[in-house]
């Protein structure tokens, strides 16, 4: 039967090929789940391609990469854009979130075809794939938001639609009323691929993106605290070992990177201005020309970084404490901590500064909001030892005070 439909695929045309032989994958993972009793692997899918009829269709009549067809050339740049444009169909017209999720294990599950998926996730965004965003995000929490694979996928999703076309920025826009959970996942993805150190900070229109998207609704940053549907993480074939539900260990979610941006952004402004302050050799006009520009941008940033900064508090308030999960470990406030006491480093008389102080204050906030919420376990002395390395800060000498006395 499997050599039968080979067969018959071989002899379509393309795009019609494409079609078909994405039904006959789904034939197989139905017949498939049907003999394992609805749950679990899928006989005969857990070996090599060429023992893998699923697989083998996949490779030959969606991806092109094998053919026993005398004629078979590559894709033209127009056949590969129609591929995705099928694939994009096919998941939207899909509405059994399983089965979406079986067949995109199939074609995407080893990662592969991570080229092929960074495009589709791309077109999704457009055409507003909900099906095919929501597996994303299934295959992002099973990689681990801020692992290498996810990051590329998010880093292409930037380029189309925040660098490359700056006007393109409005379709993202509407993200989160596609696919909250791929949303939640991009952003987790995003403070990863973008760190605030040296050049790599987040572009403003991505921050300013992020910061509307919290403030509208706060609880965006913690959807992945929702455990997926298990039926649905079954579909991806144990592929993915013991790391079948990431979240009931250490969940990842946007908090902790957004957290940092807001800290570190104030420090990193004025290192940028105690920089320029001493070049030498400049112009008296070229100086106040660049002098304005970098007041007219640092004013910016400082706003958004503020406004973004309020509505990471929004939304850690915004946990049932009786549904709260940890989202943060101490340990990433000690890195944190010393990423902040850095960059403080470079800074004269960092006591009298009112970035240094932003920074600090912003700090305490987010230790404070996060235990007081359940977000963060930590021992009575822990805060003592974050505060060690760091300036005077009056916020933080109340906060260790109450900690101290409770």
Sequence with gaps: MDNLRLHYLQQLDFPECTKVGLQHIEEYLSQGSQRSGGGGRIPGLGGSTSDNPAQQIAQEFVFFHTSRRPYHQRLSAIQELQVLEILCNHFHEQRDSKKAMALFDVLFGNAGQLEVLCRLVSMGVAVQCKSLLYCAAIWMELQGCTSPNPTKLCKMLVDDYCLLVPSATSVLCGLPHISRRFTCNFMTSVTSLYPFSGDQCPPYALVEMITEWINKDPGLGLVSLTP???????????????????????????????????????????????????????TVVHEAMETEHTNNTESKNLQIYSKLNVGIIQTMVSVNPEQSKIYLAMQDMFLLVKTVT???????????????????????????????TGGLQCDKGDLS???????????LEILQQQTEAS
């Design 385 to 395: 030892r974050m505060c060690q390395s760091l300036p005077s800060n009056r916020f």
């Design 228 to 282: 997926a549907d298990k039926s649905v993480i079954q579909k991806t074939q144990g592929r993915y070992g013991q790391v079948a539900q990431p979240w009931l260990s250490k969940v990842q979610t946007p908090i902790p990177g957004l957290a940092h941006w807001c800290i570190v952004a104030p420090l990193t402004q004025e290192a940028i201005r105690a920089k320029l302050n001493n070049r030498h050799g400049e």
């Design 342 to 372: 850095g960059l403080i480093q470079q800074i004269a008389n960092p006591t009298e500064n009112d970035s240094v102080q932003t920074a600090l204050d912003r700090l305490g906030q987010f230790f404070q909001v996060a235990k007081g």
